[in-house]
Each structure stands twice: as structure tokens, then as C-alpha cells.
């Protein structure tokens, strides 16, 4: 893997559907506690990249990008759950 930013967007624009990526767009908001809404970009993938680089740290995303690799590799759905009442945030 090289720059995590680019590895999540190279995975999501290959791999993912619009829905999909808009999805992980949200868990990103929830996960930092931040709207949705204020992902700015020209599209989809445009606003991914905005909040992977902005509203991640440097291990958050290298996490993420990983996650998301093994779970396209493995067929299942690239979006990690939403965090429960009970799981931490980081």
C-alpha cells in the first residue's frame, strides 16, 4: 500500500458503488463526530477524498484503507458497521 488516501479512493472508485462510497462518507462523519452535510467536493468520490483527508489522522486512515482492501478481497461490503451505543470512537 502506498498514501492510505489514495489507496481508499483507487479501492472505492474501482470497487465501489456510488451508494456505497456516499455510505462510507457517513460512517466517517458518525466516526468523527462531524455532518455529513460539510464533505465538500464535486461528487462522490470528490467528497470521500475530502473527509479521508481531512477529518482522518494519518492512522485512522492507513486502518481504513486497509479494512477496505481485505473486505473487497474477501467479496463483502467495503463499509465498516456503525459504531453501537457501546463501541468507542477513534
Known sequence: M???VDDIIRVAS???SEDEADR???WI???TGRSKALATGDDTISRLRHV????LDDDQRRRLAGWIAR???LGEDPVPPAPGPGRRRT
Open 2 to 4: 502506498g498514501d492510505p
Open 14 to 16: 474501482l470497487t465501489m
Open 24 to 26: 462510507l462518507i457517513g
Open 29 to 31: 462523519a458518525l466516526r
Open 52 to 55: 479521508a483527508e481531512h477529518w
Open 71 to 73: 473486505r473487497v478481497a
